[in-house]
C-alpha cells in the first residue's frame, strides 16, 4: 500500500537553531500537506503545497514540494519552545475523491 | 468559522461495549475522514464519507462503523470494544474545492 516515511523520527535542538525534516514516498503525489500535533490535540494544517518544485513559507516555517513529486521539506528557522511537538506530512494522489496518506510524524522537542 | 468540533472529548468504557463518537465538521464541508491515532502507529485511516456515502474506506475490522447525516455531521461506531481500541479518534473535515483537510480535538477513548 501507500506509505509516507519520515525522517528523522525525533530531533532534540537548543532554541534559536534551525530544524529541517523531510517526508519520502515511493509514489507520486499531487498535494503535500504539513501538520504540527500538540499533546492531546488534534492536527493543525501549518502549509499546503500544489504544484512540484513549490516553496511556501508560513512565518518561520518553510516547506518544498519535491520536483520528482516523491518527496517534501519542511524547515523551521530560529526554533522556539512552542515549536515543541509532532510534525505529520500527508500526501494526496489525483483528486479530492483519494484519501490523504500520513506519515509517521516526526518528534521535535526544544530545549530552552 | 466554527472549527470541527468533536463530542465527547473523553470516553471510558469496557471491554465487549460499543461507543459512539461525533463529529461537527466545519461549515460548508462536506467530506469528514476518521483516523485512529495510537502511541507508535501515527494517523490510521478509518473512513471518510462524503455526501452521506462512505467514499473510502481504510483496514480495519467490521467492529468499525461510520455514518453521515444530511447536514455532513458524522459518527463512528465501535462495536465489541477491545483494550487495543484505546486511541485518540479524529476526524477531520474538508471542503470540495480543496484537499486540505481540517482536524477536531479527537475523542479519547480508554478502555478497561
Known amino acids: 500500500g501507500q506509505q509516507l516515511n519520515q525522517s528523522p523520527q525525533s530531533m532534540f535542538i537548543q532554541e534559536g537553531e534551525d530544524v529541517s525534516m523531510n517526508c519520502t514516498s515511493s509514489?507520486?503525489?499531487?498535494?503535500w500537506l504539513w501538520y504540527k500535533q500538540d499533546p492531546g490535540e488534534g492536527p493543525v494544517l501549518l502549509i499546503a503545497?500544489?504544484?512540484?518544485?513549490e516553496l511556501t513559507s508560513n512565518g518561520r516555517l518553510t516547506a518544498q514540494f519535491g520536483i520528482t513529486r516523491k518527496d517534501s521539506f519542511l524547515n523551521i528557522s530560529a526554533s522556539i519552545p512552542s515549536d515543541v511537538g509532532i510534525y505529520f506530512c500527508?500526501?494526496?494522489?489525483?483528486?479530492?475523491?483519494?484519501?490523504?496518506?500520513f506519515g509517521p510524524g516526526t518528534s521535535l522537542s526544544v530545549i530552552p | 468559522k466554527a472549527g470541527v468540533t468533536q463530542t465527547p472529548r473523553y470516553l471510558i468504557k469496557t471491554r465487549g461495549q460499543q461507543v459512539t463518537l461525533s463529529c461537527s465538521p466545519i461549515s460548508g464541508h462536506r467530506s469528514v475522514s476518521w483516523y485512529q491515532q495510537t502511541p507508535g502507529q501515527g494517523l490510521q485511516f478509518l473512513f471518510e464519507y462524503f455526501s452521506e456515502t462512505q467514499r473510502n474506506k481504510g483496514n480495519f475490522p467490521g467492529r468499525f462503523s461510520g455514518r453521515q447525516f444530511s447536514n455532513s455531521r458524522s459518527e463512528m461506531n465501535v462495536s465489541t470494544l477491545e483494550l487495543g481500541d484505546s486511541a485518540l479518534y479524529l476526524c477531520?473535515?474538508?471542503?470540495?474545492?480543496?484537499?486540505?483537510?481540517?482536524f477536531g480535538p479527537g475523542t479519547r477513548l480508554t478502555v478497561l
Open positions: 503545497l500544489y504544484k512540484a518544485g
Open positions: 477531520a473535515s474538508s471542503s470540495l474545492a480543496s484537499n486540505e483537510q481540517f
Open positions: 500527508a500526501g494526496q494522489f489525483k483528486t479530492s475523491y483519494d484519501k490523504v496518506i
Open positions: 509514489s507520486i503525489f499531487n498535494t
